[in-house]
């Protein structure tokens, strides 16, 4: 029996939405890279001064700018946690949330054009709570990407005794726990009990 070619996919259009931190910008442009090394078309967004402060691509990835609503509180030109005191990041949360907004029109004039234009996959970050629903909207599948540590993720969203909570009572309940689960040291327990602090108008 003769053995069959292998059959080529057409590339996929994959627009990419990491959080407002370079700590999950940068390994999400990696991610964008290589997608795009592999003849996928790749929209990475982002806002205008995140995007300028990017290291050079080594490969094609389109980059789309929305613009940062401005809220109370947030200083002239902050676009990322670089940019604001760890304590005061509540104006940015509440920024970040703005921008389904601008999301929503990129995807409304991308779905308006031919297939090619069409996203194929919209991949977001862990924050991005009101993404699904943008996404939804278009007929266009959504996922989320976890950049963070593995303990975090299992933590946070795999225990089977939490599988009937919703999002907020999971952070809820995690506000409530003293000890780190077992096997995580408490040094990085101490430093991320910040991450299940509800902030913000998204509670994240």
């Known amino acids: 029996m003769d053995a069959k070619s292998p059959k080529v996919l057409p590339p996929l259009r994959i627009v990419i939405c990491p959080w407002l931190a370079f700590g999950h910008m940068l390994p999400y442009l990696e991610l964008a890279e290589r997608l795009a090394s592999r003849g996928h078309r790749v929209s990475y967004v982002s806002t205008p001064r995140n995007l300028a402060r990017l290291p050079p691509r080594r490969h094609a990835v389109d980059l789309v700018a929305l613009q940062l609503p401005r809220v109370e509180g947030l200083p002239e030109g902050a676009e990322s946690t670089n940019d604001v005191p760890g304590d005061r990041l509540k104006p940015l949360w509440e920024a970040f949330d703005g921008l389904a907004a601008p999301l929503t029109k ?52 795999g225990a089977r005794d939490r599988a009937e909570l919703g999002a907020a009572s999971i952070f809820e309940q995690l506000t409530t726990v003293e000890e780190p689960p077992a096997g995580m040291p408490r040094y990085e327990w101490d430093g991320d009990a910040a991450l299940f602090t509800p902030v913000g108008t998204s509670g994240m």
């Open 106 to 157: 990129f995807l409304s004039a991308a779905c308006a054009g031919d297939e090619v234009s069409r996203p194929d996959w919209i991949l977001v970050d862990t924050f991005h709570h009101w993404a699904p629903a943008v996404a939804a909207a278009h007929r266009v599948p959504c996922a989320m990407l976890q950049p963070s540590a593995a303990t975090i993720a299992a933590w946070a969203f």
